[in-house]
């Protein structure tokens, strides 16, 4: 048993007990699982992801949010030239971000319902103000 410790590592089986690291991390030879639970933090930080939105339920309704405005003609970027109208493919995305408010209805913290409610009233007033405008284009 005391040739064990003297090489230098120890092999413990932490099936069943969750994401607990063991005492003895401190060891010679660390183990493959252990530098694990640091590679998303440091992916994070060398693909740049540490200053953008975290990914969760508001962060994705804002992504879909802006790919609506912009297929309605939204420039977000003034350094990029602005997308074609795509009006229909709007729409989805405003029906999509609405059966999805209906469906997490009751689910949501605060901040998300008002992140939800806030967007889908931008995508609807800028899209019945683009469709009103373009009909009454064609009325004689």
């Known amino acids: 048993m005391g040739d064990e410790k003297d090489q230098g590592f120890v092999i ?9 690291a063991p005492a003895a991390a401190s060891a010679s030879k660390p183990s493959a699982p252990e530098p694990a639970p640091a590679e998303p933090q440091q992916h994070a930080e060398e693909h740049g992801h540490a200053g953008h939105l975290p990914v969760n ?21 003034p350094q990029q030239p602005s997308m074609p109208l795509n009006l229909p493919q709007a729409k989805e995305i405003i029906d999509l971000l609405s059966m999805l408010e209906e469906k997490t209805r ?13 967007m889908l ?20």
């Open 12 to 20: 413990r089986d932490r099936r069943g007990r969750g994401e607990e």
């Open 57 to 77: 339920f508001s962060s994705f309704v804002i992504s879909m949010g802006s790919s609506a405005l912009m297929l309605m003609g939204e420039q977000l970027d």
């Open 106 to 118: 009751g689910n949501l913290t605060p901040d998300e319902q008002v992140v939800m409610k806030d």
């Open 121 to 140: 009233y931008a995508l609807r007033m800028k899209f019945v103000s683009l469709t009103s405008g373009k009909s009454s284009l064609h009325t004689p």
